[in-house]
């Protein structure tokens, strides 16, 4: 069973990135990659994905405020983010882990098991 995911990231190059990385690892259907929160927001309220990848920094909505913004239907999220003093803040019951930039596809598989085994878990 494959899980589904998005990605948010206002930069290109880091979208592509985590694409890349998600498409070859074996438990994870990306679903769309999204340049800002608010249309992903949206997405997640119709397509109700297991995981997003967000950046935390983006203009408009912070990666930090989609927790509260979709609440009881917010989905498990793994935050990648180039500013390491986020990486002590996203905290909270769907966050599975705070990754920062650059990423390496060691460090992001091993987030993706976590997730894959909570997902197990609630499934």
């Given at each position: 069973m494959k899980f589904t995911c998005i990605i948010i990231d206002d930069e290109p190059a880091g979208r592509q990135l985590?694409?890349?990385?998600?498409?070859?690892?074996?438990?994870?259907k990306l679903l769309k990659s999204f340049e800002d929160a608010g249309s992903a927001i949206e997405f997640v309220k119709r397509e109700a994905?297991?995981?997003?990848?967000?950046?935390?920094?983006m203009p408009k909505i912070s990666g930090l405020e989609i927790p509260d913004i979709?609440?009881?239907?917010?989905?498990?999220?793994?935050?990648?983010?180039?500013?390491?003093?986020?990486?002590?803040?996203?905290?909270?019951?769907?966050?599975?882990d705070s990754l920062l930039k650059p990423l390496?596809?060691?460090?992001?598989?091993?987030?993706?098991e976590k997730s894959t085994k909570r997902l197990k878990q609630l499934k």
């Open positions: 985590i694409e890349k990385h998600i498409t070859s690892h074996p438990d994870y994905p297991d995981l997003i990848l967000s950046d935390i920094d979709l609440d009881n239907d917010c989905p498990l999220i793994i935050y990648i983010t180039g500013n390491p003093r986020y990486l002590q803040i996203a905290k909270g019951d769907k966050i599975i390496s596809f060691e460090v992001l598989s091993k987030s993706l």
